[in-house]
């Protein structure tokens, strides 16, 4: 556990943005350094993410987000970060104090600098308020990911993919690699929502077809899924689709609830990086992001 009772940097998230913004202030002399995550490990997001894609342009290489986050997690270890895992930031104050629960106890602690590195959160069904019954087998998209790739559970069998977002996509890939069937992919728009090398890779190369035009109207199913009722926007028509499984993959949300709630506005000595920020498509580009806004900061 810390033993400093006031830091130069607080860092609140430590995803491929928390970590990189304590490098980037490493590197700028910052000497007092604690970066807060939730979770039992650092890397955020990534920790779920073994498809290839990650750091072409960090790294040169074309690596796995799992393997992104090892090894960057590297650069971290040289540094004189102070890193408390299973540690939920749970309140800010005007006043730069950090106030996080953790297995030692709870602890509220003062910086010169805080910054909000707590990612994205997914959007679900209840937010675009699809109508229908509640029964079982509605995921979004990231948490099938987390659901295969860290506990290995196969959401369903038969599954309809509800948006065009990246996440969707390569889950649409991974649960097809994983002998589930993806029936479709159905975008309201009338283009694709996530980055076309996805669609070529996660869709096409697997003959799963992507449905543009089309909405949801409706969830059929008792206690599990049944079916999807969908119209085609183009032609009007309204079809059904038989399936037990429906992932939402239809946008992120930047994570600032702690801001939001303490009516702060980044600025006086608060900061917002990563996907708290902005969403991004590439790591790579969060990672640049945060080493700069790391080493802009100056301690007192
Ligand atoms: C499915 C998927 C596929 C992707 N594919 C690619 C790809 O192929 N190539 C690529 O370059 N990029 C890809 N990305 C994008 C890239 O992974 C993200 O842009 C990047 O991980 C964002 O980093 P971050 O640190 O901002 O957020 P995150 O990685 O989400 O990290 C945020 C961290 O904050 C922690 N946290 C949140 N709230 C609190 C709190 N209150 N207290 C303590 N800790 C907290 C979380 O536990 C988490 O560890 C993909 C993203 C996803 C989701």
Redesign the pocket.
Known sequence: MTTHDHYNLII?????????VAVGAAEAGLKRILL????P?????????I???????YFKEELT?TE?AFRYKKNLEETCTEVITG????KLTPQKQVA?VCPEGEFVIPADHVV?????R?RTREMLTTPGTRPAGIFT??LA?EMVNIHGLLPGKNAVIIGSG??GL??ARRMTLEGARVLAVMEILDHLSG?VR?KIQCLDDFGIPLYLRHEILEILGKNRVEAVRYRDNATGEVKELSCDTLLYSVG?IP?R??LIDAGIEPGNGYYV?????Y????????TRD?ERLGRSLSGS
């Open positions: 609140i998230g430590g995803g491929p943005s928390g970590m990189s807060l995550e939730r979770h490990r650092l890397g955020g997001i990534l920790n779920q993410c498809h290839l894609g990650f750091g072409l342009s987000g992104y540690s939920f930031v749970h996080f909000l590195a707590t990612g994205c997914e998209a990231g990911q990246d996440i390569i889950m980055l996805n992120l994570e609830d702690l990086s990563g996907n708290a920020d969403v991004h498509d590439l790591v790579d580009r969060v945060g």
